[in-house]
């Protein structure tokens, strides 16, 4: 797929998988890792060297806290590349809503996580050689019908560990898939209903003025409801298992 070109202001959807559907994130500490990365990667400064210890134990991370902001003691202040507008990390893949800030913005934030997270792993297993299939994958959402599904769609990838039929228009028990969701670490969407997860990471205004903040778990346990099989099969270039 050709990529767009990148505009600052646009917004896009940035996904990628391990190369040959090899698992990317192996264990709680892997993924914990990928959310720091992308908190500290997105500055124009340099990353500061990151090692295997620098993030923490997934046990002293509970919902709520932050990736931590002290390596090194003394910084420059941030100055962002992209606006991460929803984020989840699969087992194999991943799927990014962003806008960058300027219009490098997102091919220097995706060079820096790719590099820097394949680094960590290749270290931490004793590996070499590419993480990821290729570059990673980007669409620019320029359909108002495409935007209106696409932050649902990221946030409810995790349910193919819970129902699988989802995607398929036959969701079992809304219900309770959301409350699976709400329970999914590694996502953006707990921030959207006022759980506390990673909030520094993702950027929230845009998508809750849109949206709105207090009717997000509202309009998402709705989408997942009413959404026909075909829904997801008018998004197909957007799709990504």
């Known amino acids: 797929m050709k990529r767009p070109v990148f505009a600052a202001g646009n917004i896009y959807h940035v996904y990628n998988r391990g190369t040959d559907k090899r698992v990317i994130f192996l264990d709680e500490s892997d993924y914990l890792r990928a959310i720091h990365d992308l908190w500290e990667f997105n500055d124009e400064h340099p990353a500061p060297h990151l090692s295997l210890k620098s993030v923490g134990s997934p046990t002293s991370y509970r919902f709520g806290d932050r990736p931590p902001k002290d390596i090194p003691p003394k910084r420059e202040p941030r100055k962002l590349l992209v606006k991460i507008h929803a984020f989840v990390l699969m087992e194999n893949h991943f799927h990014l809503l962003l806008e960058p800030i300027k219009d490098t913005g ?4 995706m060079r820096k996580f790719g590099t820097g997270y394949t ?19 980007a669409i620019r959402i320029s359909d108002e019908a495409h935007f209106l599904h696409i932050p649902y769609y990221i946030h409810c990838n995790p349910l193919d560990y819970f129902d699988p039929g989802w995607r398929a228009g036959k969701l079992k028990n809304p219900t309770k898939a959301l409350a699976f969701l709400e329970q999914y670490r590694w996502s953006s969407l707990p921030d959207y209903i006022g759980k506390k997860n990673f909030p520094s990471v993702s950027s929230r205004d845009f998508l809750t003025k849109f949206v709105g903040f207090e009717t997000w778990r509202t309009k998402i346990t709705t989408w997942l409801k009413d959404r026909r099989a075909d829904d997801l099969g008018e998004m197909k270039p957007f799709l990504f298992e």
């Open 106 to 109: 997102v091919t220097e934030f």
């Open 119 to 137: 680094n960590y792993i290749n270290q931490k297993y004793q590996r070499s050689g590419v993480l990821f299939q290729g570059k990673f994958k």
